[in-house]
């Protein structure tokens, strides 16, 4: 059995041919579409390209309601919001589909293969031009009373009340705020990988960094309080870099050096990077996720 499975993202359209045991037979990725007409017709002509598939399953930026069928909250495709998706995409597919939240399907993912097997409770942050995040618990994700668990990317963690100035997680280390933030001080970096190459010769770039940084730790350390996982995975293509992992490890340290207690994350990288969206996303449609058309 084979099934095409996609990742929409806010640059890039991501799919690929998988098995049921989630090997990744083929994968390709290109510009995502300009509108949404467009993304439905590419996607469309797509499933129409292989033959045999046993069905489709899709990682989305934004939350799906079930009940009105319509994709929810902010999102990295703006287009997507409010859209009846599934519904729209079913009309040209008649194959059985699925669709659930991108930060949710990298869980998912190193849930099923890779650093979170096992695991009774894990979270995970996806950074990438904002932070994405899901919480599992005994296999399941956790939703919330309003569908918004494990929007780990919201969580405010630099605050100043007596100012009314609040920051997010996402704001702060997510590329689009981080690298606004470094070239308000008088830098010009304009993607990630360019951001390691000058944090890597610039000890102050490298050290601007380490601060923001700290805010993904202190979130991580806040989470082991309240929801006391097993494992917190780092995950998106940034947690393949073997700078930002040693980054990640030397501001973990840092900060712990300043908390004299036991409570110690265990903050760990994801096994397969933005891959962990398109396995997971095929895991929630064999698990039962799947609608039929």
Request: include cysteine.
């Amino acid at each position: 059995m084979v099934y095409l499975v996609f990742d929409i993202g806010g640059t890039a359209l991501k799919y690929g041919l998988l098995s049921k045991d989630g090997t990744i037979i083929e994968k390709y990725s290109e510009v995502i579409p300009e509108s949404y007409e467009s993304l439905l017709a590419r996607m469309d002509q797509l499933c129409k390209t292989y033959q045999n598939l046993s069905g489709v399953a899709i990682s989305s930026p934004g939350i799906f309601d079930y009940e009105s069928g319509l994709l929810t909250t902010s999102s990295a495709l703006e287009y997507l919001i409010g859209k009846p998706f599934l519904r729209d995409l079913s009309l040209r597919i008649q194959l059985p589909m699925s669709i659930e939240n991108d930060g949710k399907c990298a869980l998912l993912g190193e849930y099923w293969r890779g650093s979170a097997q096992e695991a009774s409770i894990a979270a995970m942050f996806v950074i990438g031009t904002a932070v994405g995040g899901a919480i599992l618990i005994n296999g399941d994700i956790h939703r919330g009373a309003h569908k918004n668990g494990g929007e780990l990317g919201y969580m405010l963690v630099q605050n100043r009340p007596e100012e009314q100035h609040y920051a997010s997680l996402g704001g702060k280390i997510g590329f689009h705020g981080l690298l606004q933030y470094l070239n308000q001080k008088g830098y010009s970096i304009r993607n990630g990988l360019e951001l390691f190459e000058r944090a890597q010769e610039d000890q102050t770039v490298e050290k601007l960094y380490k601060e923001q940084l700290s805010y993904l730790v202190v979130t991580a350390l806040n989470l082991q309080y309240s929801l006391d996982p097993e494992i917190i995975v780092v995950g998106g293509a940034v947690s393949q870099n073997p700078y930002f992992k040693r980054m990640l490890d030397e501001t973990i340290e840092q900060v712990m050096a300043r908390r004299a207690n036991y409570m110690f994350p265990r903050l760990v990288i994801g096994k397969f990077g933005n891959d962990a969206n398109l396995l997971g996303a095929l895991y929630h449609f064999l698990k039962g996720g799947s609608l039929e058309t």
